[in-house]
């Protein structure tokens, strides 16, 4: 293994988000539920099935360092502190959460306090006065989730009565909305204010309708991804894309990088298969994925995971073979998984991989500040429409700074959080308007042309 990759091994073995590498002190009963908060443990075997959001997005805490994972997803820090002093702390045990973090974290960001100061009190607290609903930014996305869930029943019964490539297709872009729509925003707990409804939404959104296991992704996508986003060596995103593709320019080069440009967007259509495989082997198996352990990993969460594969097959593959014959469904379906694994990445990529966005870029200050990390390795891109039709995921600025809160806040968001980013002098990489997918997407494959030919360099 060359030395550059043998010590990105070796940092992700040695994370603090894992306690992958450090044996549990005596005072850690293994029956039980611990994690590590500002350097305190805590015992939440009890709370986690009252947490307000969900014992599924607790169960990601548990047996890690949370303290990004924990400042990110709350709006109001004195929440957490409430709760937290209701906790039972385990003296002497934060050894066996290995080093300290030392990645920035959340709350000790003046412009990251500042922007959430601001969200509370002109976007979400107006919004109680005038509705009634509770000011901590999750729920008030009926609408939104009722049109997705319609448009996919409405696809998939056009798919079961005349299963061919198009009404695959259709399907698949049904699919696509859901997974962005509805378990996007689910799964992060904004979706809904129970944590049971974010739960079902999430499954069913991801698991039943595009075939992606929740609690793999959670781990995947909130775990790693939302903490460290672009860090070559932490963001899960970025490091196991190799070596097929390389993102970042302290990663090895290949000589067959230099045509990934052209050969990236051919192996979108094969997300679908790859999320068949990758949980699997994640979730029965190795009860990880590479560099996060999935510690917190409950019965309930395997059980939902192999009900979801049963749906999503039974629904998407053996109705219309009832009724139609396997021969016939055959195509529709593997237009499904193309069209929509395709559309989906294509709207996942483009919002990280810019030249601008590279850590490597980024100055000093910002290094050390994990709200303007965010902001200056994230791009967002359209308007209100296009973020009606993407779950938010256009406004990924937005998204990365409030990952926690309703997909329908942060149009709201975008005119505070420029301003805040001006005052700091901080670079907001915006494309606006309704066609601001396609000079992002041109930018997106310009940076994998340079990242094909540019020789690595250290960080």
Known sequence: MPSAARSRASKRA?????????????????????????????????????HPGGAQLLSLCVGRDATILIESHHLRPEVVRKYMKTLPVVEGAAGAFGKEETFPKPLDSAVYRAIQRRVRDEVVEPMKAKSGREAHGRGGCVVDAGVVVLTFVAAMVAYWRAPSALTGCALGLAGYWSGTGLQHTANHGGLAKSGFWNQFWGWLGNDVAIGKSSVEWRYHHMVSHHSYCNDADLDQDVYTALPLLRLDPSQELKWFHRYQAFYAPLMWPFLWLAAQVGDAQNILIDRASPGVEYKGLMKNEIALYLLGKVLHF???????????????????????????????????????????????NLSKSTKNDWGAWQIETSASWGNSFWSFFSGGLNLQIEHHLFPGCAHNLYPKMVPIIKDECKKAGLAYTGYGGYFGLLPITRDMFSYLHKMGHQRPKAM
């Open 14 to 50: 040695n994370a603090t988000t894992d306690v992958a590498t450090t044996a549990p002190e005596a005072t850690l009963d293994p029956t039980r539920a611990y994690t590590r908060y500002r350097g305190v443990v805590y015992d939440v075997t009890e709370f986690q099935h009252r």
């Open 314 to 360: 039974g629904l998407l593959l053996g109705v219309p073979a009832y009724i139609h014959g396997l021969s016939n469904v055959i195509v529709p379906f593997l237009a499904y998984g193309a069209f929509g694994s395709f559309v989906l990445c294509w709207f996942f990529i483009v919002s990280h991989n810019l030249e601008a966005l590279t850590p490597m």
